[in-house]
C-alpha cells in the first residue's frame, strides 16, 4: 500500500478534547475520528487494528470449539421486561419505539436474546454443552462518554454464552473461556491480571475480570504484595486489623467520657472537622445518607473510608440505592447538610462498617448547623441495626487470604467472564430433557471482551514521547519503508524494489511515497508506531547501505541492501517470540 493514496490523517497538535494518552494518540495517529460524543469512526488505520485484534479472538474462540454467530442488535423491550433487567440498566440503554408503537432496544448485550434462541432449539441434553460467540456493535448511553473508544456509546465487544447441563459443566467451559482470555490478552501485548469481581447487574455468583494495568485506568484493583489474591475495588473484602476487639464488639466501652456537643463553625467535611479539633480522619465517623425503596438508610464509616456502594446494595438487597440530597437531608436529620449523625436519629435504619468496632468516643454530625458531638460510643449513644463490610480497601488494609499487605493500582477492564447459573434460563424457562426424560434447567456462564477497548488499552501500555509502539500481532503494517529525498531517482528505485520484495514475502508493509520532508517522514513513523522502518537515505545508499530502526527497542542497524529481507523476517520473528 503507498501512503500517498491511504486516508492517513496524522496530526501534529495534541486534540483538545483528549485526555488519555490513547485517545490522543488514535487521533493524532489517524486511527479514528469522532462523529459525535461518545461515537467513533474508524479510519483504515484503526480498523486493521481492530480487525486483527477480532481475529486473535477469533482463533482463540474457535480453539475452544466456540461456534461464531452474529445476534441482532435490535431487540423487542419486553424480552428485557421479562429478565427484569430493563429496569436495570434504566437510562443506559438505548430504546425507540418502531413504527407499529412498539419500544425496542439497541442491544448493550445479548443473554436475553441467546437465551431465547437457545430455549426454542436445544431441548435435550444431547446437544450440550455449548458455547456461542458474536462478535457485535453494543450500544449504551453512558452518562460520560469519555478517553474516546475506551467509555464510549457504540463499542465492538466480543461476547460468549455457555450452555451447561450442570455446575460441573459450568466450571468446564468457564475454565476454558478463562483460558482463552489468557491468550487473547498475551497475543495483544497486554499486561493484565484476572481478579475477582463483583458480578453486578448480570447476577450470577463467580465472577473474574481481566484488568490491564494503566495509570489512566477508571477501575481500581487491590492486590496482595505476597500472595496471589487481586481483586476489583468494588469486590475486594475488608477484614478487622488483627488486634483485640475493643468498646462496642465486647459490649463495654473501656474509656467511657461523657458525650458532649460542640461547635465547629463552618467546618464540616472531614478534612476540614480533623484539623479544626486536631485530631486525625480515623477519630471521626461519617454519616452518609441514602434514600433504599422510599425509606432512608444512613451508612457510618469510619473519616477516613469511603462507602462502597457495590457492597452495599448487596446488604441491603436492592438496585434502588439513590444517595440523599440536601432537602432529602433536611427532611430526614432535620439538620443541614455536612452535619449528619446517628444520634437522636429517628425512624432510620443504621448500618455501620465493620472497622466501626475497633475505637470509641468518635467524633460525630450532630444534625445540627456548625455543630459536631465528641466521645459518641456506639450501644450506648444509638443503635447500630446492621454491622456489615461496606467500605472500599485502602492501602492501609491488608490481604484477607494472608493478612501481607495490599497495594492498589489503576486499570482498564478489558475481559469479564461470569458463571451465570440459571439467572436467565429461569425468566425465560430454558429446559433440557435428560437420559430419562427429566426436565432441568440449562446451566449458563457469559464471557465479554471489549474489542475497542483492547486497542486503547495497548496504546495505554505501550508507547513513548513519540507515539505508539504497536504490539506485532496487532500493528496496523508490520514495516514501513522511507525514501528521504523523493527527488532522488536512485531512492525511490531502491525503496521500490524493496518494498515489492517484502510484500512478496507476505510483510504487511507500508510504502512511504509522500512528497514531503524527511522530518515529516520520522515524526509519522514513531506515531503511528510501525514495529520497523526502513529508512532509505542518499548517502548510506551511495555506499549500497539501508538503515532500519525497531521501533521498540530504538535499535538502529545499516544493513546492505540485499539483506534487508533476512532482517525484516528475522525482526518480526523476534518481536512475536517476544510478544509471548
Ligand atoms: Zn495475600
Known sequence: MKWSELLLPTLKETPAEAEAISHILMIRAGLIRKLTSGVYSYLPLGFRVLKKVEDIIRQEMNDKGAQEVLLPAIQPAELWMRSGRFEALGEDMITFTDRHKK???????????????????????????????????????????????????????????????????????????????????????????????????????????????????????ARCK????????????????????????????????????????????????????????EKLIKTILYEKDGKPVAILVRGDHDVNETKLTH??????????????????????????????????????????????????????????????????????????????????????????????????EAGHVFKLGTKYTDSLEADILDEKGKSSRIIMGCYGIGVTRIVAACIEQNYDDHGIIWPIEICPFQAVVMPLNPDHDASIAEAQK???????????????????????????ADLIGFPIQIIIGEKSLAQNLIEMKVRNTDDRSKIKSGEVLNAVLQNIKNLYKNNK
Open 498 to 524: 524493496i518494498y515489492n520484495q517484502l510484500q512478496d514475502a507476505g510483510i504487511e508493509v507500508l510504502f512511504d511515497d509522500r512528497n514531503v520532508r524527511a522530518g515529516i517522514k520520522f515524526k509519522d
Open 226 to 281: 505476597k500472595c496471589n489474591y487481586a481483586a476489583s475495588m468494588t469486590k475486594a473484602e475488608c477484614v478487622l486489623p488483627d488486634i483485640p476487639l475493643r468498646a462496642q464488639a465486647s459490649g463495654q466501652i473501656l474509656d467511657s467520657r461523657e458525650i458532649e456537643k460542640m461547635k465547629t463553625p463552618g467546618v464540616s467535611s472531614v478534612r476540614d472537622v480533623a484539623e479544626f479539633l486536631k485530631v486525625t480522619s
Open 103 to 221: 419500544l425496542n432496544v439497541l442491544g448493550p448485550t445479548h443473554e436475553e436474546v441467546i437465551t431465547s434462541l437457545v430455549k426454542n432449539e436445544v431441548s435435550s441434553y444431547r446437544q450440550l454443552p455449548l458455547i456461542i460467540y458474536q462478535i457485535q456493535t453494543k450500544f449504551r448511553d453512558e452518562a460520560r462518554p469519555r478517553f474516546g473508544v475506551m467509555r464510549s456509546r457504540e463499542f465492538i465487544m466480543k461476547d460468549a454464552y455457555s450452555f451447561d447441563r450442570d455446575w460441573e459443566g459450568l466450571d468446564k467451559s468457564y475454565q476454558k473461556m478463562y483460558d482463552a482470555y489468557c491468550r487473547i490478552f498475551n497475543r495483544c501485548g497486554l499486561k493484565f491480571l484476572p481478579v475477582e469481581a463483583d458480578t453486578g447487574m448480570m447476577g450470577g455468583d463467580t465472577s473474574h475480570e481481566f484488568m490491564v494495568l494503566a495509570e489512566n485506568g477508571e477501575d481500581r484493583i
Open 315 to 412: 446488604v441491603l438487597k436492592t438496585n434502588q440505592l439513590v444517595m440523599a440530597d440536601e432537602k432529602m437531608i433536611k427532611n430526614i436529620t432535620k439538620g443541614p447538610m455536612g452535619f449528619s449523625g446517628p444520634v437522636g436519629l429517628k425512624g432510620v435504619e443504621i448500618i455501620a462498617d465493620l472497622s466501626l468496632k475497633q475505637g470509641e468516643n468518635w467524633i460525630i454530625g450532630a444534625n445540627e448547623a456548625d455543630t459536631h458531638f465528641k466521645n459518641v460510643n456506639i450501644g450506648r449513644d444509638f443503635e447500630v441495626l446492621h454491622w456489615a463490610d461496606v467500605r472500599n480497601i485502602t492501602e492501609s488494609d491488608t490481604c484477607p487470604k494472608c493478612n501481607e499487605s495490599i497495594e492498589i493500582s489503576s486499570a482498564i
